[in-house]
T-cell receptor, first 113, second 115 residues
Framework: GDSVTQMEGPVTLSEEACLTI???????????LFWYVQYPGEGLQLLLK?????DKGSNKGFEATYRKETTSFHLEKGSVQVSDSAVYFC????????????FGTGTSLTVIP | DTAVSQTPKYLVTQMGNDKSIKCEQN?????MYWYKQDSKKFLKIMFS???????INETVPNRFSPKSPDKAHLNLHINSLELGDSAVYFC??????????????FGQGTRLTVV
C-alpha cells in the first residue's frame, strides 16, 4: 500500500547549519507530496508541497524536490534558525480512497544558538 | 478566521467516562478526518468522512464513534475512556479527490488525558 518513510530523529543542529531530512515514498499512481511542520503545542501547518515529478516546493527558506526516479522528497534548508525548531512530517496524498493522506513518523528538529 | 476549529483544546477525564470532541471547518471542504497523535508524535488516521459519509474507518476500538451532522462538522465521541486513549487528537479537512493536489488543513488539536 501507499506509505511514507521518513528519517528518524531527533535532529539537533547549531544555528546556521544546513538541514536535510530524508523522505521516501511508496505509492501507486501519481501522489502529491507535502511537508508539514508542527511547532510545540500547535497543530500541523503546511510547509510546502509538490504535485508532480520534478516540481520543487519552497517556503520560508525550505525546499523539497519531487523525485520520481528515486521516489524521494527530501526537505532541505541552507541555514536553520532557532525558530525552525519543530517536528517535520512528510506526507503524500492519493485518490485511491477519497483524498487520503499518509504521514511519515515525524522528525523532531532542535536548533541551538 | 479559524479554518478548522476543535473544542476543547484540553480535556482531562477519569477512566470509564464518556467524552466528545467537536470539530468544525469553514473552508467548504467535502472531506474531514480524525487523526490520533501519540506521545512519540506518530500520526494515525482514525476516520475519514466525505460529505457526511464514512469512507475510512481504520482499526479503531468501537468505543470511538464519529458523527457528521453535516459536511462542515465531524465530532468524535469516545465511550468508556481508557488510559491508552490519552493522546492528542487532530481534526483535519480537505477537498475531495477531484482536487487531490490540495493539502489537508488541521485544527489545533485536543490533548486528551485520561487519569
Amino acid at each position: 500500500g501507499d506509505s511514507v518513510t521518513q528519517m528518524e530523529g531527533p535532529v539537533t543542529l547549531s544555528e546556521e547549519a544546513c538541514l536535510t531530512i530524508n523522505c521516501t515514498y511508496t505509492a501507486t499512481g501519481y501522489p502529491s507530496l507535502f511537508w508539514y511542520v508542527q511547532y510545540p503545542g500547535e497543530g500541523l501547518q503546511l510547509l510546502l508541497k509538490a504535485t508532480k515529478a520534478d516540481d520543487k516546493g519552497s517556503n520560508k527558506g525550505f525546499e523539497a524536490t519531487y523525485r520520481k526516479e528515486t521516489t524521494s522528497f527530501h526537505l532541505e534548508k541552507g541555514s536553520v534558525q532557532v525558530s525552525d525548531s519543530a517536528v517535520y512530517f512528510c506526507a503524500l496524498s492519493t485518490s485511491n480512497t477519497g483524498n487520503q493522506f499518509y504521514f511519515g513518523t515525524g522528525t523532531s528538529l532542535t536548533v541551538i544558538p | 478566521d479559524t479554518a478548522v476549529s476543535q473544542t476543547p483544546k484540553y480535556l482531562v477525564t477519569q477512566m470509564g467516562n464518556d467524552k466528545s470532541i467537536k470539530c468544525e471547518q469553514n473552508l467548504g471542504h467535502d472531506t474531514m478526518y480524525w487523526y490520533k497523535q501519540d506521545s512519540k508524535k506518530f500520526l494515525k488516521i482514525m476516520f475519514s468522512y466525505n460529505n457526511k459519509e464514512l469512507i475510512i474507518n481504520e482499526t479503531v476500538p468501537n468505543r470511538f464513534s464519529p458523527k457528521s451532522p453535516d459536511k462542515a462538522h465531524l465530532n468524535l465521541h469516545i465511550n468508556s475512556l481508557e488510559l491508552g486513549d490519552s493522546a492528542v487528537y487532530f481534526c483535519a479537512s480537505s477537498p475531495y479527490q477531484q482536487a487531490m493536489n490540495t493539502e489537508a488543513f488541521f485544527g489545533q488539536g485536543t490533548r486528551l488525558t485520561v487519569v
